[in-house]
């Protein structure tokens, strides 16, 4: 007998309607991309393991999904590798594995084309990635990610596009409300340093990355635990509770980090993007200065920014910084760019939330074309010719049935108009003309009907 | 030391210049799937094996991806699983596999989704499919497939919208010179049943489906060689030699198909979709009956479709076929359609060799400005600031460089005209302007810039 098909855990189909909102915010993110000169990449969705093993750290490697060597897949494998388990076996029978992320695809690109690639190389990449988490709720094993990177310059301009094109992607998806949280790496090490914490970086940084979810007192007791003296977390209070306007807590800083050459430059760093910023007279830029912002840290080496939307229950939506060695783990050192990511699952949840899909976002057919009978139905389809002559989408319904049905599937796919054809209409050359959504119905010609939709 | 990455066998990547390209015909293609109230799905790379094995044949199999179940994949296989062999251990190491294609995800889909689903239900699909079959010149391991069908009716006129669509698709993409060839499975049946080989059909579709790569001559052998009459081929030699208009030729097979009730509704189907197309008054829609075209016809009932472009190296660049029984594999029977699929790298291969993709298919920034320092890279930005608030994909080379390395970036990257801007400039607030294809030069205010741009 036949099985009831399903689909694996934490992958997802997306239908007509998802797919319309998803288009939306895709596009919107690729025509700012565009306008500010990055150029798009795909790269395939397997890898060879070569290049994707050890770039995530061991929990990573877990998480990739490794796909079987095609043929006999174990004619390299002994029986002595399959008794030694799955970790020893897995190289004889596996070669390739799905991408994890697009970083290291990027990265292999241009390491692979860097002979041929204008550098500065700008490149935005819309692609799934893949990784064998556990599914839960907003987590999912297959995911689109939503990158752009400068690879191949040092200039700061580069973190103040980054501040413009994540401002007018959002206006262009309607969002309002949301910060772009900014930081320095440079100035977490300086904070480090002025505590008397030196070295302590990536403890103080694992340790502020939890505040958010712990509150200061679990953060500072983390800190402890992770070998910061109580002193120290005693002077880091008030630096993590800074408050102020950007300007004030840059202020602030440049006294506490008076004693720190890299700290200093982290600010200087900061002040020039928001002095580049200045340039391009924004209404309102949505910066926010962070020094509790920590992210990854271990592969930012600058700035870092991550984008919260307000007032919504998951706000973290988009997140980069400046790295100094994309290439290096392939050969290829001293590489430098700044990148980010737009979360485009949680975005679409935010716009969920705050209910902003604008009609545009429902991709649908605009018009049904609905009949009686065979000869209405023939007189539809030259109808349907003039209508798609002048590019509207629309259909007829294809087989002979009762009006209601054809209602019902106008409905039931969410489109917008009905022209209903019957022998009255064909004989006075006066169409039924009906708004769906309004149920308002006219009796137009032809002509007027055209007239009416191209104002939508 | 560090590794050269590669890119796995029968895998690309797609750089910017290819993805415009690419692009470009994703876009007419959804352009023109929509305007037919079709609309997009995505289903996810990886499938359970259960839902795809079994579904492409003892061949297909092999070639599906499979993927390692994560975590110890070893749990649940024995030793007597390996010493049997690949095939006894592979269910116990794997679940999962990558999409061969994608009718059997769309099957999934709609047996899934069947209780919420608009019928008659028009999709589009536009995904990549990964097959590990042997690469070579034009087939790849992972590639795009772009399908659209109509399910859930049995009318005619889908199969004349798959006329229209494939028509505006390729005046869309400029591509003048094709055939879209048509036949039908159930004449297919007729002339078999007339030349006395009846119960022979797949045998005789097998051999006239290599008719283009063997000759006629070898494809009378094949017919022998399975077990066709002597006599049965020198009957089919005139019918496959048919020439002459539709008409002319639907005329005769009438006549030769007047025995067989299959075949003679296999013509009227065809002339209804004919007589349909006649409403839609296309200057040319590039129909051809051709007797000879057979396709897998294990799969297809009705028409059959198949679009070569001529006077190129591989002509054959989409086809199709009404179908049936599209998921009573799934145990939901008697669900008919009909739908087609665009052979995207096959497009772009055509387009290629007759050189005709546009200019706007060239992904690329419009305006790149050119600096000679600190003072004209600020002045610069305010200049980028300009263009891109009135939509002008433009950029700064973010770096202090010398302007021949800045010129060389705008070659490289096929950018459109360069700003140089230097204390001159400043000074008279008058630009350097330079179209970057001609050479052509001009000394012109922003405004005047604006407007020449604003003409392209």
């Known amino acids: 007998m036949s099985q009831k098909p399903t689909l694996p855990k934490g992958t997802r189909d997306f239908g007509p309607a998802q797919m319309g909102k998803r288009n939306f915010i895709f596009s919107a993110i690729k025509q700012v991309f565009e306008k500010y000169g990055f150029m798009p990449l795909e790269t395939p969705a397997m890898e060879n393991l070569s290049v994707l093993t050890g770039k995530y750290g061991d929990e990573g490697d877990q998480l990739l999904f490794k796909v079987l060597n095609s043929g006999d897949f174990l004619s390299k494998a002994k029986e002595t590798d399959f008794a030694a388990g799955s970790k020893q076996l897995l190289p004889k029978i596996s070669e390739k594995g799905l991408k994890y992320d697009l970083t290291v695809p990027f990265a292999r690109y241009v390491v692979m084309n860097r002979h041929d690639l204008a550098l500065p190389f700008k490149r935005y990449q819309i692609q799934p990635v893949w990784r064998a988490d556990r599914p839960q709720k907003g987590r999912y094993r297959e995911f689109y990610q939503c990158d752009a990177d400068v690879v191949g310059t040092n200039s700061l301009i580069c973190e103040t596009e980054i501040i413009l094109m994540i401002n007018e992607v959002f206006a262009k998806l309607g969002i309002k409300d949301f910060d772009i949280k900014i930081n320095h790496r440079k100035i977490l090490t300086g904070i480090t340093q002025a505590i008397g914490a030196t070295g302590k970086e990536s403890d103080f940084c694992v340790a502020i990355d939890k505040l958010d979810k712990i509150g200061i007192d679990k953060v500072l007791e983390e800190m402890k ?65 962070d020094v509790t912002l920590a992210r990854g840290l271990s592969y930012y080496t600058g700035a870092i920014f991550e984008v919260k939307v307000n007032n919504v229950s998951i706000g973290s939506v988009s997140g980069g910084g400046r790295y100094d060695d994309l290439t290096g783990v392939f050969g290829v050192p001293d590489l430098s760019g700044v990148g980010f990511s737009f979360g485009v699952d949680r975005i679409y ?3 969920e939330e705050l209910d902003i899909f604008p009609e545009e976002a429902r991709t649908s057919t605009e018009v049904l074309i609905i009949h009686f009978d065979d000869e209405s139905k023939k007189y539809g389809l030259s109808v349907l010719n003039q209508l798609r002559k002048v590019g509207i989408k629309s259909e007829i319904y294809p087989d002979s049935a009762k009006p209601k049905k054809q209602f019902d599937y106008a409905n039931k796919k969410n489109i917008s108009y009905t022209i209903v054809i019957g022998s009255d209409e064909i004989a006075t050359q006066k169409l039924s003309f009906k708004n769906m959504a309004s149920g308002q119905q006219e009796k137009l010609t032809l002509e007027e009907i055209l007239k009416q ?3 939508h």
Chains 1, 2 share one sequence.
Do not use: C, Y
């Open 225 to 289: 635990g992770r070998g910061i003296s109580e002193e120290a977390t005693q002077k880091a209070l008030p630096i993590l509770a800074l408050t102020g306007t950007i300007e004030e807590k840059i202020a602030h800083l440049k006294n506490i980090l008076q004693n720190s050459e890299e700290g200093l430059q982290g600010i200087k760093d900061l002040e020039e993007i928001l002095e580049t910023l200045k340039t391009f007279d924004l209404d309102q830029h949505h910066v926010d200065f």
């Open 349 to 351: 949840d935010v716009m």
């Open 453 to 455: 939709l191209s104002k």
